[in-house]
């Protein structure tokens, strides 16, 4: 099994040096001040305000999609040392997680190893949190943390701010 864990780690290691190199030949999307930028893996798609009552859990569901023609880990990914995908909300935000349901996910085979299935998300996928939050108005910047990869290559880990402004009432 141990063997099979590092040609898994060895084949998704050379796959990223791979990508590494050839995103340095990839065209990139020009924004209106011609800089260079590349269209991000994973989108927080909504919502950008809450209004829950103070001190009480509240679920909140926050919606994603993941860009098309990439995948991301899975919460549980099926390869323990695989970067799972996780919410977070920094101390002193003025809300704290209670608790998160992360949705199952799909399984999806590599290329180069069609009999490893991992579990990732692909498309649109929501996440669900209970928050607590203190009376008052809160920007909380929670942050997500995924590893994105296509058929072939993944990506470094990345770790975006998911903006929300969350009342406490």
């Known amino acids: 099994m141990a063997g099979k864990r590092f040609g898994i780690l060895a084949a998704m290691l050379g ?16 924004d209106p001040d011609h800089h260079a930028v590349r269209p991000p893996a994973v989108t927080f798609l909504y919502p950008e305000q809450v209004t829950l009552p103070a001190g009480t859990a509240t679920k909140v569901e926050l919606h994603f ?6 995948h991301i ?15 977070t909300i920094p ?15 799909a399984q999806f085979a590599l290329p180069i190893d069609p009999k490893t ?11 669900k949190a209970r928050i607590v939050a203190t009376a008052g108005n809160h920007l909380v910047e929670a ?11 993944c990506m470094p880990p990345k770790t975006i701010t998911v903006a929300i402004d969350v009342t406490g009432n």
């Open 65 to 70: 999609r993941v860009a098309p023609g990439l």
């Open 91 to 105: 101390d002193g935000s003025g809300a704290r997680l209670e608790s998160v349901v992360y949705p199952p996910g």
């Open 73 to 87: 880990n899975s919460h549980n990914p099926s390869v323990p040392e695989l970067i799972p995908t996780t919410l």
């Open 143 to 153: 942050r997500l943390r995924y590893q994105a990869c296509d058929d072939s290559v």
């Open 117 to 127: 299935r991992l579990s990732v998300y692909t498309g649109e996928f929501t996440i």
């Open 15 to 30: 796959i990223a040096l791979a990508h590494a190199i050839s995103v340095a030949q990839e065209p990139l999307v020009g």
